[in-house]
């Protein structure tokens, strides 16, 4: 993947960036912060650059590789085109998204919400990239990765008609919170459950030694495609679900868990899987799928409260997610440095678990929101040691 090297580097200085806007977070709530900085606003910056710039680049980086040779020139620069744009509208967005969130900034005699504006050129690289692999990748059609690989970028496509949604519906007399907050809980449901899942299994099967051959491919991805579409409502406030919305979402939640069992059960005997790094992968996917069997269990567990929906994202984007890229990105090396970076995600998740309304406060330790916030300096601090062995090797 050498050729994609310098994408791989902007995507982890985006992770730094957007982790050092997490830290600050997490400062803001024990410190006071300057006025013109909000919460929200802080928020939207970390999430959204780690949407647009990791969850994104690195992926796609990875797919065009298993689809193009090293010399085939114009068809990697054609890629490259595409991930660069994405990377400068996604570093574009950030200061807008700090400084004004949603808002509309005055320029001029107009007022323009520039953020907005800014995530929907994003969108339009994504179907950029889109067309260049549905171009290029008939050499890999066959295999579970690359069905896995359409089924991601599918859901990557689907996942932008909620945000496009949110947008034109802003512009409407419909005076409906619950529609305006469906369609951005259906983008993030479809967006993580959808593309960043169905992608980085495909990494996983393009990687694993697993015999696919008896496989019937679909179990490995419809019900996760079908299913991301309809757990959207688990996002929403409860009181505002109906009974068909919650009997949906269940339906979508079961789908997801038979799949991901199934991969799991498969990845399990791989024997690539085998060292800590995997290992822990494992576990996490296993513990992904047991928060999901406990949401539909009658424990009065709600995946949509704040506490719960946060630690769930890091679980699969901290923990799950962006232990696999920091893997395949630098494989033979920096090994201390990738075990202490796992060790710092879990160290974060640990303290959200604590954070999440459902630990209890005679077992968290003292001054709870100084180690909330140590932990979350830790995986930008090992994030910065990635980026300083990347510029050293050929990834
Ligand atoms: C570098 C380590 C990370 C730190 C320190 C961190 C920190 C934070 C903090 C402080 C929040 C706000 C929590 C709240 O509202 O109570 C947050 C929210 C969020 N983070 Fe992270 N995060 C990290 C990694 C990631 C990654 C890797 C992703 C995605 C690829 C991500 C995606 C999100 C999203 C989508 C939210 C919004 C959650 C919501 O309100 O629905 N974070 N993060």
């Known amino acids: 993947m050498s050729q994609f090297k310098h994408i791989w580097l902007l995507s982890l200085m985006s992770f730094i960036i957007a982790g050092l806007t997490g830290f600050l977070y997490r400062y803001g709530m024990l410190y006071p912060l300057p006025e013109w900085l909000h919460f929200a606003n802080i928020r939207h910056a970390h999430s959204h650059l780690m949407f647009f710039n990791w969850a994104c680049p690195p992926i796609m980086a990875f797919m065009a590789a298993q689809i193009v ?10 890629f490259k085109a595409c991930l660069y744009t994405m990377l400068f509208f996604g570093f574009l967005s950030y200061p807008f998204f700090l400084l004004y969130g949603y808002h509309s900034v005055q320029i001029g005699s107009a007022s323009l919400p520039i953020a907005a504006i ?163 992968v494992i576990i996490l996917i296993a513990l992904k799928i047991l928060f999901q069997v406990a949401a539909i269990l009658p424990f009065g567990i709600w995946p949509g409260e704040h506490g719960l929906r946060v630690l769930y994202l890091h679980l699969l984007l901290l923990g799950i997610f962006s232990v696999i890229i920091a893997e395949v990105f630098l494989p033979d090396t920096g090994k201390i440095a990738k075990l202490l970076f796992i060790i710092a995600n879990l160290s974060v998740i640990a303290t959200l678990v604590m954070i999440s309304g459902h630990w209890p406060p005679s077992f968290a330790p003292l001054n709870l929101y100084v180690w909330v916030m140590a932990a979350s300096i830790l995986p930008v601090l090992l994030s910065i040691r990635l980026y300083y062995l990347s510029i050293r090797v050929n990834c």
């Open 69 to 78: 040779d090293q010399s085939e020139i114009s068809k990697i620069r054609s």
């Open 118 to 280: 800014i995530s929907g050129l994003v969108m339009i690289t994504w179907y950029w990239f889109a067309w260049l692999y549905i171009r290029e990748r008939s050499l890999n059609r066959k295999s579970p990765s690359g069905v896995l690989f359409e089924a991601a970028l599918l859901a990557l496509i689907i996942s932008s008609l909620g945000a496009w949604g949110v947008s034109v519906f802003q512009f409407t007399s419909i005076d409906s919170p619950l529609t305006g907050s469906a369609m951005t809980h259906f983008f993030l449901a479809v967006f993580t459950e959808g593309w960043i899942v169905l992608g980085f299994l495909g990494i996983m099967w393009s990687i694993s030694d697993v015999d696919s051959h008896s496989i019937k491919t679909g179990w490995l991805w419809i019900p996760i495609l079908f299913g991301s579409m309809l757990i959207f409502p688990f996002s929403l406030i409860q009181t505002l679900v109906s009974p068909i919305m919650l009997y949906t979402a269940k339906i979508g939640i079961i789908l997801i868990i038979i799949s991901m069992t199934i991969h799991l059960l498969l990845f399990i005997k791989s024997k690539v899987f085998s060292g800590f790094l995997w290992k822990t």
